[in-house]
């Protein structure tokens, strides 16, 4: 994930995979069918003496990296870093949202600020 604030509401700051396959998009799906059959294709038109074998075995690596980008998509919309508003509509927002604003001295966007999710434990106030 980026190293900088989300800039769309937190739907669950810590997803796991049954999450993210349960909040896929019908966009998604179509993602995965197409990287998949375009990936048979593939190897069915280049595997000459033994297509059906060079076409599954291109068909298993298409599935595996259609189902990492379409994790990576889902996640990316459950933690706030892509457009969820049907996620937000459908599952609702985290009771608990990062504090976006920028302080006057902190307007530099290299340095995210998402304070609202830190503990005290974790980032300590500087005792000078």
Same mark, same amino acid.
């Given at each position: 994930m980026p190293y900088s604030d989300p800039k769309f509401p937190v739907v669950n700051p810590n997803p *796991?995979? =049954? =999450?993210?396959?349960s909040a896929l998009r019908f966009r998604d799906w179509a993602v995965l069918g197409g990287i998949s059959a375009g990936a048979w294709s593939y190897g069915y038109i280049m595997g000459r003496p033994a297509r059906m074998a060079t076409a599954s075995t291109a068909f298993a690596i298409g599935i595996t990296f259609a189902g990492f980008v379409v994790l990576q998509d889902t996640r990316a919309r459950l933690l706030g870093?892509?457009?969820?508003?049907?996620?937000? +509509? /459908?599952?609702?927002?985290?009771?608990?949202? &990062?504090?976006? @604003?920028?302080?006057? /001295?902190?307007? =530099?966007? @290299?340095?995210? +600020?998402? +304070?609202?999710?830190? /503990?005290? *434990?974790?980032? &300590?106030?500087? =005792?000078?």
């Amino acid at each position: 994930m980026p190293y900088s604030d989300p800039k769309f509401p937190v739907v669950n700051p810590n997803p *796991s995979v =049954d =999450d993210c396959l349960s909040a896929l998009r019908f966009r998604d799906w179509a993602v995965l069918g197409g990287i998949s059959a375009g990936a048979w294709s593939y190897g069915y038109i280049m595997g000459r003496p033994a297509r059906m074998a060079t076409a599954s075995t291109a068909f298993a690596i298409g599935i595996t990296f259609a189902g990492f980008v379409v994790l990576q998509d889902t996640r990316a919309r459950l933690l706030g870093y892509k457009e969820n508003a049907k996620e937000v +509509t /459908s599952i609702g927002m985290h009771a608990i949202q &990062p504090n976006l @604003r920028l302080k006057a /001295s902190q307007q =530099d966007p @290299r340095f995210p +600020t998402a +304070t609202g999710m830190a /503990s005290e *434990s974790t980032k &300590p106030k500087l =005792d000078w």
